[in-house]
């Protein structure tokens, strides 16, 4: 595929799965993604396995799938597969711009401020199937200190 039809796979599908190493073992889960800047978006809480492994190993690769069937009924799949360094964003202009995009893309608004509104907060995959974030979970989104809880992964 060239990076266009790539690009649409990436735009287009709801989830994927992150790969990493833990140790010397190979280590994968699945996560909710946004695709911008021709980057991938992944967000984690600020504990966690996953931030753990990239702390100490931040080689990743990220796949995503395509399922279709055509006119003759059989199951076919467009995959991409992306390899590189994960990078945690700190930036918080760039993470809230980011989190406007999943916003987007899983809860249905057009804007980070709007989901977190909702009365049953914003409808964000966990662990890459759709489904709503409890209340008390978003109260654990911010600390005490007024910083964001969750970490913005970059591919």
Not at 39 to 66: D, I, M, W
Not at 119 to 129: I, Q, S
Not at 131 to 151: C, E, H, R, Y
């Amino acid at each position: 595929m060239d990076n266009a039809e790539c690009s649409k796979v990436l735009s287009s599908v709801e989830y994927g799965n992150l790969a990493m190493i833990d140790g010397e073992k190979p280590y994968q889960v699945p996560v909710s993604y946004a695709w911008m800047d021709g980057k991938v978006y992944v967000h984690s809480s600020p504990k966690g396995h996953k931030l753990e492994c990239l702390r100490k190993n931040p080689n990743v690769c990220f796949q995503t799938a395509q399922y279709f069937r055509d006119d003759k009924n059989r199951v076919d799949w467009k995959s991409v597969i992306i390899t590189g360094k994960a990078r945690i964003v700190e930036d918080m202009p760039t993470v809230i711009g980011i989190m406007r995009k999943f916003a987007d893309n899983y809860a249905g608004v057009s804007s980070f401020h709007e989901a977190m509104k909702k009365k049953d907060g914003p409808a964000v995959p966990k662990g890459g199937h759709p489904g709503n974030i409890p209340k008390p979970a978003q109260n654990d989104m911010m600390s005490k200190d007024g910083k964001f809880g969750l970490v913005i992964i970059e591919i």
